[in-house]
């Protein structure tokens, strides 16, 4: 998708979106307390690294060994809320703006990650990552890896104006249907340690 057409959409919901923002932090504020948004390291094209920025969703709650507690004990309540609904993505749109991100593509994963990936994986990166994408609309966390990768890896083979618009379509109907939130067993997803027979 031209990223003046990007431009041009997220200007136009910008009216919209800018009061759920100051609502949501404001619950964000008085459910974690400060800082309101999560800033990380995330890889972008050819492996780029930009900060990244979200809600944040989880508290920062260790054990006796100072080792962060399992995801599923650090999620709060509005927490749970926000990801379910894709609502912590939303400050993600200022990645948007900064030229970080587009619209669809490829989801932006940990930096831990690029040195597992098989090359076949890796091309991933041959495009801007995404605020969605094709395996977000097709399984999204409920997919494992391989198929996730297998999905972002045929996105970059044939993605085209009229499949990102499909994209986002699907986008609004998962989202609305609450599909494919987290992995079985897990709270978000598991940690990806790399691909096996690779």
Same mark, same amino acid.
């Given at each position: 998708?031209?990223?003046?057409?990007?431009?041009?959409?997220?200007?136009?919901?910008?009216?919209?979106?800018?009061?759920?923002?100051?609502?949501?932090?404001?619950?964000?504020?008085?459910?974690?307390?400060?800082?309101?948004?999560?800033?990380?390291?995330?890889?972008?094209?050819?492996?780029?690294?930009?900060?990244?920025?979200?809600?944040?969703?989880?508290?920062?709650?260790?054990?006796?060994?100072?080792?962060?507690?399992?995801?599923?004990?650090?999620?709060? /309540?509005?927490?749970?809320?926000?990801?379910?609904?894709?609502?912590?993505?939303?400050?993600?749109?200022?990645?948007?703006?900064?030229?970080?991100? /587009?619209?669809?593509?490829?989801?932006?994963?940990?930096?831990?990650?690029?040195?597992?990936?098989?090359?076949?994986?890796?091309?991933?990166?041959?495009?801007?990552?995404?605020?969605?994408?094709?395996?977000?609309?097709?399984?999204?966390?409920?997919?494992?890896?391989?198929?996730?990768?297998?999905?972002?890896?045929?996105?970059?083979?044939? /993605?085209?104006?009229?499949?990102?618009?499909?994209?986002?379509?699907?986008?609004?109907?998962?989202?609305?249907? /609450?599909?494919?939130?987290?992995?079985?067993?897990?709270?978000?997803?598991?940690?990806?340690?790399?691909?096996?027979?690779?």
């Amino acid at each position: 998708m031209p990223r003046a057409l990007e431009i041009v959409l997220v200007a136009l919901v910008l009216p919209i979106v800018a009061p759920i923002l100051l609502l949501l932090m404001v619950l964000v504020y008085f459910d974690l307390g400060r800082p309101i948004f999560f800033r990380q390291p995330r890889p972008g094209l050819h492996g780029k690294v930009f900060e990244l920025l979200k809600f944040r969703t989880m508290t920062n709650a260790r054990d006796a060994d100072g080792v962060s507690l399992p995801d599923a004990q650090r999620l709060t /309540r509005v927490g749970k809320v926000l990801r379910s609904l894709s609502l912590d993505e939303l400050p993600s749109f200022w990645n948007l703006v900064r030229g970080d991100i /587009r619209l669809v593509g490829p989801r932006p994963l940990l930096v831990s990650y690029l040195p597992l990936y098989s090359p076949e994986q890796a091309r991933r990166h041959d495009v801007p990552p995404g605020i969605t994408g094709w395996a977000q609309v097709n399984g999204r966390n409920a997919l494992n890896w391989e198929e996730k990768f297998a999905l972002d890896v045929w996105y970059v083979d044939n /993605r085209s104006l009229w499949l990102d618009l499909k994209i986002l379509w699907l986008t609004v109907r998962k989202v609305l249907a /609450r599909e494919g939130i987290s992995a079985e067993g897990e709270a978000t997803m598991s940690r990806f340690t790399g691909t096996k027979g690779e």
